[in-house]
């Protein structure tokens, strides 16, 4: 267990919940030395939006955030994404598009943070030469994707996967919330809110991806009075 910091809201901690340290974790997987310049994140939920963070605090220049609904990627801007693209746009597009945002040369990191099948190919095919592709979201995603091996070769690529956070990096999340919280708004994150009753509504609404964040409240229920 750790406190909160004095003066740190709870919900700013609550926001990005398990993701952020998730994600922290990742980037100290990936294990990229100083500045990563530009960062391409698949998928605007918590843990996407959490990446986006990450990258600022790694010097990022370029963050480009790919996600289908229109709300969570306008938070993504909100949060520093440099650069948003629609899943509206086919694959082709998206790839021209962030090869124009990143340069000839493609991202030096890209982050899996969609939790679907079909991002993971997708992300090897945007990752950029001597860069690292890496896998979050797909924790849950099971299947099998099919990938040419000689694009990962050719491409000098390190694909790298990342699961269930550690105790510290639990403990730098509630403390990075603390700090970033007066000038990002983070609270702005948790757009929904259930009592424990509405549990099944809840999870139906971020599913709709009708939320950025969903949170559930024990013992209040928004919707009476």
Known sequence: MYRIPDGTSPEAVIALGCALPAVLQGFDRVGLPGV???VVIQGAGPIGLSAVLVAQQRGARTIVVIDQHENRLETARKLGATATISLTADAEHRRARVNELCGPRGPRLVVEA?????AFAEGVDLAGHNGCYLLIGLWSGHGAA?????VVVHKNLRIVGSCYAQPEHYFRAMHL???LESRIPLTEIITHSFDVTEANEALDTVERGDAVKA???PGENPSAG
């Open 36 to 38: 990563i310049d530009s």
């Open 146 to 150: 099919s990938i040419d091996p000689t």
């Open 177 to 179: 919330a603390s700090l």
């Open 215 to 217: 949170v559930i409240r």
């Open 114 to 118: 969609a939790g679907v099948l079909s």
